[in-house]
């Protein structure tokens, strides 16, 4: 439910505003807040509460509230101080070793170095070498690639020739089947032109198909 109440303020509710914003302030926290949580319990507005504060209860608890306020920055102060000591080694650098200064004309004496091992060169050597001698040398493989292209377009070319001579084979058997064809049909139409005769025993007898 919204809250709409509208009776007068009475003398515990004006203490418990002045008890709640005295203790925000010294809490480092604000009037806002204050007024909040007052208007929950009383079921009034935070807008009541704050006007309520500053038109009639404020001027009441002047030192009050400074009081509240210089608690507080005591407060806020011991809270750094505690928190100071734990940044600090926090954030301090590490302990570095303390550089060594030499003397002039000081020779500083250096470690040697570790002996070079002569049979792991060698070893060492022999493997590079195998190594490089396992892989083809480019300019031989080149040469191959050339030689298989050239193999490759000779093939071709001749394949080229023989397809040209089936397809010019086929021409000329198609054109052979036609004419073959065509003298089939002219001799059947001609022998079917002739008449055919036959001799019977006492009569000649015309036989045409």
Known sequence: MPKVRQDAWSHEDDLLLAE????????????LKAFDEVGDVLNRTSAACGFRWNAEIRQKYEQAVDLAKKQRKEKKRKEAAFQQPAVISSSAPKEEAAPVYKKKNERVEE?????IDLPQVITFLENLQAASSS????DERVQELEEENHELKAVNQKLQSQLQSLKEDYQAFISLMDRARKMTMFDDQEFKSHPLFGMEPNHLEHLAK
């Open 135 to 138: 892989q083809p040398n480019l």
């Open 111 to 115: 470690k040697p170095s570790a002996p």
């Open 20 to 31: 709640t914003v005295l203790r925000h302030i010294r809490e480092g926290s604000t009037q």
